[in-house]
């Protein structure tokens, strides 16, 4: 599966983004998706999981009640709807699939196949 992820921007803090991550090669639903991102200076981190669709959804305490995950089966796409962001919130932010168990689901290395990056900054 290939990904392609969109969507980053600059906005102020408060404001919202999208970010898209569309696949190609593979059916999205057939695949755990999560979302990182990495800060300069800082290691990557997962931001949120979705499991395979119609599965549940998990999200970093960084982000929860901020963010949302979902998926257009139709056009093989996942989203992750950010709002409320804060300066925090400014990263690089990627799209990863794979198919790692519930206990590893946070861990970048269990996924296989990743989005280019899209960089998000939050300022005002």
């Known amino acids: 599966v290939q990904l392609q992820a969109s969507g980053g921007g600059l906005v102020q803090p408060g404001d919202s983004l999208r970010l898209s991550c569309t696949a190609s090669?593979?059916?999205?639903?057939?695949?755990?998706v999560a979302w990182f991102r990495q800060a300069p200076g800082k290691e990557r981190e997962a931001v949120s999981v979705?499991?395979?669709?119609?599965?549940?959804?998990y999200y970093a305490d960084s982000v929860k009640g901020r963010f949302t995950v979902s998926r257009d089966n139709a056009k093989n796409t996942a989203y992750l709807q950010m709002n409320s962001l804060k300066e925090d919130d400014t990263a690089v932010y990627y799209c990863?699939?794979?198919?790692?168990?519930?206990?590893?689901?946070?861990?970048?290395?269990?996924?296989?196949?990743w989005g280019q990056g899209t960089q998000v900054t939050v300022s005002s």
């Open positions: 990863a699939a794979g198919v790692p168990i519930l206990s590893a689901q946070w861990e970048s290395r269990n996924y296989r196949a």
């Open positions: 090669g593979a059916t999205l639903n057939s695949y755990v």
């Open positions: 979705s499991r395979r669709s119609g599965g549940m959804t």
